[in-house]
């Protein structure tokens, strides 16, 4: 499984058995952050492109030792909305070998419910499903069986650090602007949402900044240096906790950030702005609590393939 996202591409080889079980035996990430340039000027530049290509050569010295026998490689909002989108595309095709499959914001939101749906107990009514990516925002409402809405924004920390050009640390002004940025991208969603009435009271949330944001919250409440990868999974984050983060992260520095306990080194430089972003997601849709999925659309893509297979 290929991921080429905004943030990261990462390379995900998973066994597959009954039902939706997958166990990985490979994961390979190479940070990019394009979605920082998309932000900014709205295209990749060349640089930027010979970089993503020498990251996919790199990640696929490992599809070759995986011996995969399904390959499913697909692009997300960086690669979507950039200006010269299908010349990087297909350089990065070239490369993985595999058709790319560029994902509009509905198709990526389906693909992030199925792999939440499969990750968490979501019981047997309708769950609101997010995925706060580093390009874009997806949402989506179910139950286990049924998609009966998915859809997308244009708002994620490494998109909005490039369009907003915020310092760091966060000013007041540059935490009003991710408010009112996220706020008025969002709205589409709000309204979408606003049509199934209790799917905010729990919300279901993927991506590297909640998981970020967990491991802080679990590392301070276990008052222990770190959380290891995968004990996020279904925990819990109050709105008011996220919102009292990001209020946190907004007045450190990079170097403070990196002294906090349970805080990744490749989350830290754009974790204040995801949070903002998140918090604000919460004050606009009326969310209690988010629970958090380790599953998201690599699992979704993979669980998809093997479905239609």
């Not at 909005?160 to 009112?180: F, I, N, Y």
């Not at 606009?284 to 479905?307: C, K, M, P, Q, T």
Request: proline share 4%; charged share 25%; aromatic share 2%.
């Amino acid at each position: 499984m290929w991921d080429l996202g905004s943030s990261s591409f990462h390379l995900l080889v998973c066994e597959a058995g009954p039902g939706a079980a997958l166990t990985p035996v490979l994961h390979r990430r190479a940070l990019l952050n394009l979605g920082l340039s998309v932000g900014a000027r709205g295209s990749i530049p060349r640089d930027r492109v010979a970089a993503s290509v020498a990251a996919a050569k790199r990640l696929r010295a490992g599809l070759a030792e995986s011996r995969a026998e399904i390959v499913v490689a697909v692009a997300t909002a960086a690669l979507r909305d950039a200006a010269n989108s299908a010349e990087v595309v297909d350089r990065l095709q070239r490369v993985v070998g595999t058709k790319v499959a560029v994902l509009d914001g509905e198709e990526e939101a389906r693909l992030c419910f199925i792999g939440q749906r499969a990750g968490v107990w979501t019981g047997p009514g309708l769950t609101l499903g997010l995925d706060l990516g580093g390009g874009s925002l997806e949402a989506a409402v179910g139950d286990s069986d049924h998609l009966a809405m998915a859809t997308s924004a244009a708002v994620g920390p490494a998109r909005l650090r490039g369009e907003l050009g915020t310092g760091d640390p966060l000013s007041d002004g540059d935490q009003a602007a991710l408010r009112t940025r996220t706020a008025e991208t969002m709205e589409p969603i709000a309204l979408a949402v606003a049509r199934y009435g209790g799917v905010t009271d729990r919300a279901v949330v993927s991506g590297g900044t909640v998981r970020a944001l967990a491991r802080l919250a679990t590392a301070r409440a276990r008052r222990r240096p770190s959380a290891g990868p995968g004990e996020v999974n279904q925990v819990e984050l109050p709105a008011r906790q996220v919102a009292e983060l990001a209020e946190q992260l907004s007045r450190l520095d990079l170097r403070a950030r990196l002294a906090l306990p349970g805080m990744q080194a490749r989350r830290a430089p754009l974790l204040p702005v995801g949070a903002v972003v998140l918090a604000t997601v919460a004050a606009e849709l009326g969310i209690g609590r988010f629970v958090v999925s380790e599953w998201g659309l690599r699992e979704g893509a993979i669980l998809d393939a093997l479905d239609r297979r």
